[in-house]
């Protein structure tokens, strides 16, 4: 059976006896000399000694709570006065390390600040207090990661009143690398000078977004550029939407009619594509406008690693995009300009598998951060919980 002693876990205490109140009171003692923390000189003297009150755990529904004897100690060789340092115990806490550490986790975990604080018999303030100081202990080492292999650039809402933020993730690892604020070149920049190995991105996978064109060719130099299948099939979907409202305003507001249209031909149902069809049937511009937009975004969807058997696809895909723009409705003519700037992009795309769904993922956990805090308005608050959530496990190893 463990001790008493592993079961406290703390280094350097001798446990003297353990009363059971409403919580466990258990009396310690320091049992180690210890080296003088200005010089290392083990000669000291005791000068007074007091007891140190530390909450230190929760057994079950019981708080634990250690009194240590210390002592305040005279160093003989430089004559300076020092407290004893007790490992696991920091300067002037009135908690352990193992403590702190249990309220960061439960908090992070999901549980309130109110109930922490009447489980473990602290403040709110504290409780905030405590999961700052680790996250912020966390991401001051995150700082000196590398630059992601497999680079997502993506802009989402961030308030009214200050606009919005960039997300940076690393699609490799599936973790959010950064969050900055703004969405312009200008207000990326010196974020982006400062980073390290830029040199080290391979892929940069964006929407359709000139800005982060521009600053993806001059950040990264030898990174690929691909564009984000999610973003040009909401493109296509959103032109082809709005083509249809042109063609057959009536039909386009017809809600069992959009549900439809704006569906993978295959993720339909036979009695559905029957009633699509009859629909079709009457309309035979908007049939053939359906049919080429079921083809299109069939080609967009190919993930083909091989370039002999992407090649055919390729020149379907370049036809289609010539043929785009000679339309005479407005909207198909706008993407295919659209996808003719982007056409190298779209190109490396058809040969690449990860896509910014990651990204798209954390954006929606962001938001659900954000409603549980009511909405942040300090930005980097916001941006502190955004990397404890979404930029590592949230584990510290116990050392
Ligand atoms: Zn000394």
Known sequence: MPSLNSIIGLEGIELENAVETTGIEVQARAAFCPACVHCGNFRCRIKSSFVRKLKHSRLGTR???VHIRSHKYLCLRCRRFFNLRIPGILPRKR???NFRMEVYEKHHGGISQSLLSKTHEISHATVERWYQDFIKKRVNELRSRHCPKILGIDEHFFTRKKGY????????????????LGR???????????????Y????VVMDLSETYRSIAKKHFPNAMIVADRFHVIRLVNFSFLKAWAMVDPVGRKNRGLLSLMRRHKKNLESEQIERLNQYLKRNPVLQEIY???????????????????????????????????????????TLGTTLERWKEEIGRMMRFSKTNSITEGFHTKM???????????????YRMRVLAHCGWDGVFTRT
């Open 200 to 203: 080290r991105t391979k892929a």
């Open 63 to 65: 708080l634990v709570v």
């Open 165 to 180: 933020a960039t997300t940076f993730c690393d699609l490799k690892n599936h973790k959010v690398f950064d969050v900055r």
């Open 291 to 333: 049919e080429f937009k079921q083809q299109l975004n069939e080609i967009l969807l190919t993930v083909e690693k091989n370039k002999a058997l992407l090649r055919p696809k390729i020149y379907t895909l370049m036809e289609m995009i010539q043929k785009l723009q000679q339309t005479s409705l407005e909207p198909l003519r």
């Open 184 to 198: 312009s070149e200008a207000s990326l920049n010196p974020y982006l000078e400062r980073l390290s190995e830029r």
């Open 95 to 97: 908690s352990t390390e």
């Open 367 to 381: 938001e659900m951060l954000s409603r549980r805090a009511f909405g942040f308005r300090n930005f980097n608050n």
